[in-house]
DNA sequence: CTGAAAGCGCTAACAG
DNA sequence: CTGTTAGCGCTTTCAG
């Protein structure tokens, strides 16, 4: 009965456990041999149950011989004639500089689904199309659309962007929405009694990325019927030093603002500094409210009041979209624009100072 | 000539460039088809100068046509052969809560030597050895030896742990040097002339990963003639909240500290946050140093002094190594402590209280 | 130096 | 429901 399998069986019939020798790992020939049957249904048996016909019997008694030898499926060999991977890729562009304290939130997130859904994460931080083609199932591209472009356009495989601003009506996208967050910025502090608002955009200004803060800001000072002034460049590569230099810009200026919004948490916390450093407390003086609600505001003194941008449930979703696509489940979704919260700290009060 | 190959040729002659249309992707058999070679001959121009018997003549004929077609080899089919994946693990639980604000920046590390190495980077937040075997060349264990060692146990290939601590002699590890750390930190505390120095340890005794700092600490204590206050326990989660409560218990007892030494950057800056709500300022009554050097001592006010641990230098020497290690450049290497140091800023001060 | 042929381990028709 | 068989695309002996 044995001999009928032409393909070589390098496991001897004492093997029993893989781990306790050093012979090739079993094969679903070693399976097949074992039982008497063929590798067909072996193969069968490994695949998730009710995609293909097979006893309930057989099924069992596989996985059982499977389990003793201690027999792991080929990822390659699968994948080779599937041709799916169970790999997704997340692209990730200056993962320090430019994804900052959001990044493990995000990773973590994602990593998550993936792994719960059976999918590898390989994670990039610079990437060559052709270089993924065929490794990969889809990508998670989490970068500037001046960045993510390129790479949509060369991509053979499902995609996601996700990114604070659209970048292509090709590839579908995940966000959260900017505009409404620097508006609700804006108005929280214009609730409160603040008439004059400085805001601390740092970039420079034909940044798309920036775009829906600027215009969620203006709205607001337009709506609200408030005046602002409005501060941009960075000279620092740092986000602090510019906070803090900003804030030492507006200090000499005449300027009599009574609160401060800042693109962000960093921008935010050096600017509280850069008040200290010239005698105005915060919030008794100066209110300050900061983007992103990172790590730095939690640990700020005081405690920085935040626009928190729902970070990890982008991720989340990102890779539960993607996998939806990959597996057919969904073949195209709308675009997502996340909503944002406000996360009050004591950063800012009613303004005392004229 | 052209009716010798018995494998199927899925594209015609007229592919110029395989993104042009949907057709398979070129393989070897339409390179060969097309310069009435063999596929060997292919295969071989395809592998690294140096490695293989090949003319010259052959190899750049192949790599130029391969080049108009568009070809790509077929990473699974390789790996299928090989049995190499050119892909590398990073096993991280708790990217967030754990690894917290140093992850980025190992990552980082890791996946530019990764990836300039023609390697993939697979990031796992849990990891089961069974279904990483056969998928991964080698791993990077960045973990507690509690959760590291049932891994390195069961694991079927190369890896390295990282780790402020050895775990096991049977791994290759990186670590560095919490003990220096520790007693450095303290040591410049002392050198400045503060004779009672307050340890916020946080986290439960027992912890192996606290031992060399507890250690490092008492080594200056005693060397030093100082003396000190060791507080441990976490109460919450958050470790800002921990140094806060930590902060607090000390105030209310009467020890008369003038400098505190954080195990970590959070526990001190939230100690300063208590210190400063008791309305003592930092450092001109109380001087305090953080570890790790994180964003948060950066753009604390004011600027936390701290000691910096090599994070992004440890994540690249275990890339690195571990490469070494697969691809038997080095079969074995001693463990690494590397060294770390102190980023002074403005937290700590000679003492004027008594 | 090059070619023919044998697989790597697995899935998927296609028969039975 | 199960077995046979033909590959997936590539590397690697082994001849020539």
């Known amino acids: 009965m044995l001999e009928k399998y032409e393909k070589p069986c390098y ?3 004492t093997v029993t456990d893989y781990r306790g ?3 090739k790992a079993p094969t679903i020939y070693d399976i097949a041999k074992k039982l008497n049957i063929s590798v067909a249904t072996v193969s069968r048996a490994m695949s998730p149950p009710g995609t293909v016909v097979i006893s309930e019997a057989s099924r069992l008694k596989v996985l059982q011989a499977a389990k003793e030898m201690g027999y792991r499926p080929n990822a390659q060999a699968r994948a080779l004639i599937t041709r799916k991977t ?3 890729g997340l692209f990730t562009p200056g993962i320090l500089e430019r994804t900052g304290l959001h990044f493990a939130r995000m990773l973590q997130a994602v990593e998550n689904v993936t792994r719960t859904n059976g999918y590898h994460l390989v994670v990039y931080g610079e990437l060559d199309p052709a270089d993924v083609e065929g490794r990969l199932d889809g990508l998670i591209i989490l970068a500037h659309p001046n960045e993510a472009v390129p790479i949509m356009e060369n991509l053979d495989m499902s995609s996601v962007h996700v990114w604070p601003i ?8 995940i966000s959260w929405d900017d505009a409404e967050g620097a508006y609700c910025a804006c108005k929280y502090l214009a609730d409160m009694g603040h008439k004059k608002i400085a ?6 200004v034909d940044d798309v990325a920036l775009t829906p803060k600027i215009a969620g800001f203006r709205r607001a000072i337009d709506e ?5 002034v409005e501060l ?3 000279k620092y590569p740092d986000q602090f030093e510019n906070g803090y230099a900003l804030a030492l810009d507006l200090l000499k200026s005449s300027d009599k603002f009574t609160a401060i919004f800042a693109r962000n948490d960093l921008l935010a916390v050096g600017a509280m500094k850069a008040l200290r450093a010239n005698g105005l407390s915060v919030p008794d003086e100066v209110s300050v409210i900061g983007y992103n609600d990172t790590s730095v505001a939690t640990c700020s003194d005081p405690g920085l009041t935040s626009i928190r941008t729902p970070i990890g449930e982008t991720g989340e979703l990102a890779a539960n979209r993607l996998i939806s696509i990959i597996e057919h489940k969904e073949m ?7 909503p944002v919260s406000l996360t009050i700290r004591e950063s800012c009060a009613s303004p005392k100072r004229v």
Chains 1, 2 share one sequence.
């Open 11 to 13: 496991n001897d019939d």
């Open 21 to 23: 020798g050093n012979m």
């Open 86 to 88: 169970r790999h997704i």
């Open 166 to 173: 659209f970048a292509e009506a090709k590839v579908p996208s």
């Open 199 to 204: 805001a601390l955009f740092g970039d420079i």
């Open 224 to 228: 609200l019927g408030v005046s602002s």
């Open 232 to 234: 941009f460049g960075d």
């Open 332 to 338: 195209a979704f709308d675009d997502v624009v996340l």
